[in-house]
Structure formats: C-alpha cells, structure tokens
Nanobody
C-alpha cells in the first residue's frame, strides 16, 4: 500500500491552468500504475487519468486534450497538468494506485470560476 498526499489545487478562472502533485510513500512507487480521480459535490468519484509503470496513459473523454498525467519515479510523484479548465472541472481531486488497496488521501480542491 501507498500513502498519498495531494497538493496544487486552488481557485482559477475558466481557461486557466493548474498542476496537481501527488507524493507517494510506503511502497515501491515505480512498479505501480497511478491514477487521478475527482469527485464533484453530489456526484460519484470518477477516473480522470491513469499512467502505467511503463508510462502509458489513458484519459476520461471529458479531459482528453486538456489534461496530461505524468510521473517522476525518482521523486515518487505523479502529476496532473490541467489546461483550458472549465467550471465543470470543479471537484476534489485525488490520486491513488489502482489495485493496491491504498487508502484515499485528503484530496486537493480545484475550483474553476466562469
């Protein structure tokens, strides 16, 4: 299991950018796939983007072309670069390692104003 700490959220105007970071500890980070999720008020948590240990990525249709997930194994960190943000991107963003049973962190709030 990994312990996960997200950061980098904030308030931004529509069209702006943010970069989220997730620092992982407690296991061998480099062998795990990692993913970013988000949960908006009143909605279930959804997968936003994932990256395998080998660097292959996948994205939700709603963020393709705007968000980029990346990882730095030397720093045990996964990033989410978010460009062209929309009000509907407003949510708490979480990272996790699918399939490892890792607990959810506290998340980081992203608020996009119109």
């Amino acid at each position: 299991q990994l312990q996960l700490v997200e950061s980098g959220g904030g308030l931004v105007q529509a069209g702006g950018s943010l970069r989220l970071s997730c620092l992982a500890s407690g296991s061998i980070f480099s062998i795990n796939a990692m993913a970013w999720y988000r949960q908006a008020p009143g909605k279930p948590r959804e997968l936003v983007a994932g990256v395998t240990s080998g660097g292959r990525t996948n994205y939700a249709d709603s963020v393709k072309g705007r968000f980029t997930i990346s990882r730095d194994n030397a720093k045990n960190t996964v990033y989410l670069q978010m460009n062209s943000l929309k009000p509907e991107d407003t949510a708490v963003y979480y990272c996790n390692a699918p399939g490892t049973g890792s607990s959810w962190g506290q998340g980081t709030q992203v608020t996009v104003s119109s």
